[in-house]
């Protein structure tokens, strides 16, 4: 039972940095951009987090301020990831893939450099993360541990993922967003300013990612830089499939990804090669979700027509 | 009294690239309260000059003006903010999405009374921009107001992807309407329409021409033209040529200002030389994906030499019992039999290895040129391979196959074509991005046994198809995407006509293409019928099938409603049969043709 709760916690929290990548990762894609830079992007924003921590930590402020600057530099970083990608893409017509690849590794980069210029500083985080977690209290009874242990960036990532959800379905400006990605010539044609709503969906859904970055390296990892972002930001991109570019199931997705994410280490008196082996369960339950929706069909699951194609108005 | 003006323009001109010009120096006007049509060939830069005014395009030079205005129309938000709404020849529509959904796309929401007494300074402005607008569904209610003004009769709940073309047709309207339009321009509007459904329309928009709407509609379709619109506009090579009234004019004054030269009209027709039945169609029945019987138990045959054509309403099989010959959709029953007209002809190892060979040999379908039968028992395969290779092993008559097992690859390289030409030109059979050359090789690639492709002989024929077809075109290495509709479809015809076909299957080859080109391909066409090529012409223009073709096949639910003489029938009959089967079914040959002269 114990350990069931612990899995559950354990589940939304992780689940959380996939929430942030995938309803970021949604909003792009949902205006015809596909960013396989999202884990560059989270990598960047997971720069700008611990730089914002760092700083409002060191000037004494209170937590309040420090989860805040953190929030906006993690906003700030990735946006500005998301911008380069923008302009890649958007205004020069580059491929979107191979554009999305080279930020993946560029924000891999960034991150490998700056922790070891860090490190060789000797400035460390986990100090500032203390502001963005509190220890799991066992005793208390499994309702608040699994719903109310967690650091407020667990709960930013839902309440985030319910606006956006609220947002593409709901208000005009989300159904601009939606025709965008389906058909740009038609939103084109229905006065919809197509080029305006790729960029602002590139930069919020690149800030969004971002703040998943910095919420991994400073809630999850609890400050440590020894941890690896990208294969988060791969399972976030994985995600959206999965939830079917809907970020309302995203949120649910994004809890079943936490789970089999956090598997393997729950389970004792496996080897280690075996544990290893048990990662591949979010891809391998991504690829079996692809599997059943092609059975069905249906027009409304099926990824927005016009994404990864680029837009031209004059073009014939 | 003078009408006020609704558009004009004066001297606009736009260019792509260094090499087409578009449109030259045109000057025109709409005036308030009428039907303009906008007549002119396939490139003449009808549909360039509209994107002018909606937005879609920006002049290179020339001014226009609305309503007196001189206005800059940069984008369509521009356009509608001068009440310029147009209904593209491509709908622009999201498929996923309701009609309602679409007829509010995009709309500006009018905040004006709710934002009164309210701060309007930067932050407010910046405020309201980035706020959250719900989307209203009971706006639908709303629009259910102007579909019910002008009777459009569409349910707009309903999501796109299920509507028919002519449904989509009508959101388009419903949605330049919504938005305030009072000038509309239709491009193309009735390519793609029944009959019935031209006249629902034209009824549309008449009734919007007595409420005060100014409307453009852009087609090449005379007898249209002369229905519906109180001026003609003619544009030729992208100059504007004249703008008379319908009342003063007649169709042959039209076609004249129209082409630039005078040209015949009719269609040359000889009697088939020697029918000989080509292909056998025997009770075939097509089912589609969904289950529902496209075909229906239809029989026919077709002969080497003549035209056969095919009428019907769109939708009613043709494309299905087309794709059942070429082998692309599965026969739920019945079978296709091809006479390979082969008799006198020697064998070649084209079709047959040696071990058929000598099989066809056992069966006694060879002879020598002498007439002796031909035995290949007890002689070496050397020898064989010798004789058929001299061209000494002749047929005795014509090869019998059915097409049944075969897959749609064989059922091609006996040389039945398709030629088909669909509502979007460019999803079957050519590839958009691919230059001319490259989609010519797309037929050919196969051929050789090099591993590099050899795009010499491609590029001939690219050229070849430019020049007697008279494709416009930068060169012969422009992606077939960047060329207008008329000269896609003349790149695809000219290809399936330049493999020398036994049979060619050619379905609406001329279908949005002017009258120039539109006589192109019946001369081509015209052309294979006297090479003893059977050729089968699904056309949607009675008079050109009346005209062309030898036989009319009228198709109705699927089921053939009768084989008549194109020489001897008129429209009311063809008409009568498309939209019933009759009990007793006639079906037109040549010999009962005879037997009834002769029975008089």
Known sequence: MTILVSMIQQAIHFGAVFLYGSTGETIVEKSGHLNLGMPGIMCLGGVGGCLGAYWAFQGGWSTFWVVLLAVIMAMAFGGLGGLLYGLFTITLRCNQNVTGL?????????????????????????????????????????????????????????????????????????????????????????????????????????????????FYLLDCTQGSLEYVIDAMGWLAVALVIFSLWR??????????????????????????????????????????????????NKRETQPPAALGLPYFREDR | MEKNLAIEMVGITKAFGTKVVANKNVSMDLREGEILSLLGENGSG???????????????????????????????????SHHIGMIHQHFKLVDLFTAADNVILGEKFDNVEKNEGRADNGAARFGRRIAFEWLRRNRVRELQKIVDQYGFGIDLKRKIYDMSVSEKQTVEIIKALYRGADILILDEPTAVLTPQEIDKLFAVLRKMRDEGKSIIIITHKLNEVMAISDRVAVLRKGEHIATVDTATTNEKELTDMMVGQKMDL??????????????????????????????????????GGEILGIAGISGNGQKELLEGIAGLQPMAKGEVIFHNPKENKPVTFFHNDLKQIKAKAEAGMFHYPDGQRVVLKGMRDKDIVELVNKEQILYYEDEIINLKDRTPREIQELG?????????????????????????????????????????????????????????TPSDMTPVRRLSGGNVQKVLVGREIASSPKVLMAAYPVRGLDINSSYTIYNLLNAQKKKNVAVLFVGEDLDVLMALCDRILVLCGGKVSGIVDARNITKEEIGLLMTKVPDDVQKYDYDNAKEGESND
């Open chain 1, 102 to 214: 080279t930020l993946t590794t560029f924000g891999a980069g960034v991150l490998g450099f700056w922790g070891t210029q860090m490190g060789d500083k000797g400035i460390t985080f986990a100090p500032a993360s203390r502001m963005f977690w509190t220890p799991v209290d066992s005793t208390a009874n499994w309702f608040s541990q699994i719903f109310l242990s967690h650091g407020p960036l667990v709960y930013l990532a839902i309440a985030i993922a319910i606006v956006v959800a609220v947002y593409m379905n709901h208000t005009r400006k989300g159904l601009a967003l939606r025709a965008v990605g389906e058909n740009p010539a038609a939103a084109d044609a229905a006065g919809i300013n197509v080029i305006a709503h790729k960029y602002v969906s590139c930069v919020l859904g690149a800030a969004i990612a971002g703040i998943g970055g910095a």
């Open chain 2, 46 to 80: 009808k549909t360039t000059l509209m994107n002018m005014i909606a937005g879609i395009y920006t002049p290179d030079s020339g001014k226009i003006y609305v309503r007196g205005e001189e206005v800059v129309i940069k984008s369509p938000i521009d356009a509608y």
């Open chain 2, 416 to 472: 039945i074509k398709l030629s088909f030409v669909p509502e979007d030109r460019l999803n079957m059979g050519l590839v958009g991005n691919m230059s001319i050359v490259d989609n010519m090789m797309l037929r050919s690639y196969r051929k050789g046994k090099s591993i590099f492709v050899n795009r010499k002989r491609p590029k001939q024929l690219a050229d070849e198809i430019i020049q007697d077809l008279e494709v416009v």
């Open chain 1, 247 to 296: 970020p309302g199931i995203g949120i649910f997705g994004a809890f079943i990804f936490g789970f089999l994410y956090r598997l393997p280490y729950n389970i004792t008196g496996v080897a280690l090669a075996e544990k290893e082996l048990l990662k591949v369960i979010p891809y391998a339950v991504t690829a079996l979700v692809l599997i059943i929706i092609s059975f069905f």
């Open chain 2, 266 to 303: 009719n269609i040359e027709r000889e009697m088939p030389q020697n029918p000989k039945p080509r292909l056998f169609i025997n009770d075939m029945t097509v089912v589609n994906k969904e289950g529902r019987t496209m075909v229906d138990g239809v029989s026919f045959e077709i002969n």
